[in-house]
C-alpha cells in the first residue's frame, strides 16, 4: 500500500454525505462522516480555502475556473462566519481597500530589493 501525504479527511458540503450515500458508489461503503467541532472550523476552513485555491491554479477552462472561485467564495463566507462577520462588512473593507489603494486592474507589478522587501 502506498504512503501518502493526503490528508485522511477533509471538510465537504453539507449535502455531499447524503449524496455519495445515495450515488451507490463502492467508495459510499467506506465512508465514513463525523460532525467538526466548533472549535476546528477555523482550521478546517484553512485547509478547505488552500485545497480550492488550489484547484483554481489548476484549471484550465472558464467553466473550471467558474466552478473553483465558487468554491473559494463559498469558504470566504463561512469563514466570514467563523470571524463572526457578515460579507456586507467584508465586502465594505473591499470597497475601502479599492479606493484607498486600488485593486489590481492596472496590472501593476511591484519590483523587489535583494532583501525581498518592498522598496
Known sequence: MRQTDEPREKLVRDHI???????????AL???????????????LNLKLREEADELLRATTQQQALE?????????????REHHLDMRQVRSE?????????AFWNRYVLFLNRSGEKL
Open 30 to 44: 467506506d465512508s465514513e462522516y463525523r460532525k467538526a467541532a466548533p472549535e476546528e472550523m477555523k482550521d478546517l
Open 94 to 102: 473591499v470597497v475601502a481597500k479599492e479606493k484607498d489603494k486600488g
Open 68 to 80: 473553483e472561485l465558487a468554491d473559494l467564495y463559498t469558504v470566504i463566507e463561512s469563514l466570514a
Open 17 to 27: 454525505p447524503h449524496i455519495i450515500r445515495k450515488s451507490g458508489h463502492p467508495c
